[in-house]
Every structure is written in structure tokens, then in C-alpha cells.
């Protein structure tokens, strides 16, 4: 399984964003893909997730209500966007894509097997 994450960059405080995770080499059957995000100095923490199957999000506290996780319907292959809306300086992170079996644990590491490189967002006051 491959991931890439793409669609980092430098905005200003109020801007929107959209990251891409594009996945490959597997039927993604019960899979779930996953955001999470790591600031300068700080661990790493989820963001939100979606289930492959279902197309069921779930999203953590960061950025709730200003982050929209969806699946690309009109993608050939397994696309996931994070859209994110009224971004902030404490926005600023390397965002990563991750992907794992459905276990039920989708906001911890635990739950995924195959992670991207991440992308990086700063925002800007």
C-alpha cells in the first residue's frame, strides 16, 4: 500500500485548504484512511478518518466544525480530501495520511498500518 499526500502550503490565517491522500496497491476492502497532524514540538494527534466501505466520517477535536474529511467519488482510484476552512496559525502542522484494516480504533496510530509523508501546512497570522 502506498499513500500521498499532497496539497500543503503557506496561507494566511482565515484561508482554506485542501489535502489530498491518494492510495494504491490493495482492494481497500474495510479500510479506513485517516488524518492526523504533527505540530513543531508536539506529538502527533488525529484528525479525522473515513471509512472506505461505508464512507463514514469521524473527526477529532482539531478542527472540528472547520475540517470536512470525503471520499472522491469521481476519482479512479482511492482518493480521501481534508478540507479545511477558517485555518488558523495553530493549524500549522505536517499533516499525514494514514491507512489501516477497520479495527474500530480509527483516532489512534494503532489503528493504521501504512502511513504517507506528509504535508505541510503553515498558516500564517
Known amino acids: 500500500v502506498q499513500l500521498q499526500a499532497s496539497g500543503g502550503g503557506l496561507v494566511q490565517a482565515g484561508d482554506s485548504l485542501r489535502l489530498s491522500c491518494a492510495a494504491s496497491?490493495?482492494?481497500?476492502?474495510?479500510?479506513?484512511i485517516g488524518w492526523f497532524r504533527q505540530a513543531p514540538g508536539k506529538e502527533r494527534e488525529f484528525v479525522a478518518s473515513i471509512t472506505l466501505d461505508y464512507d463514514s466520517p469521524y473527526y477529532g477535536g482539531v478542527g472540528k466544525g472547520r475540517f470536512t474529511i470525503a471520499r472522491d467519488k469521481a476519482s479512479k482510484t482511492v482518493t480521501v480530501h481534508l478540507h479545511m476552512n477558517t485555518l488558523k496559525p495553530e493549524d500549522t502542522a505536517i499533516y499525514y495520511c494514514?491507512?489501516?484494516?477497520?479495527?474500530?480504533?480509527?483516532?489512534?496510530?494503532?489503528?493504521?498500518?501504512?502511513w504517507g509523508q506528509g504535508t505541510l501546512v503553515t498558516v500564517s497570522s
Open positions: 494514514a491507512a489501516g484494516q477497520l479495527r474500530y480504533r480509527v483516532n489512534t496510530d494503532e489503528e493504521y498500518d501504512y
Open positions: 496497491g490493495s482492494t481497500f476492502s474495510n479500510y479506513v
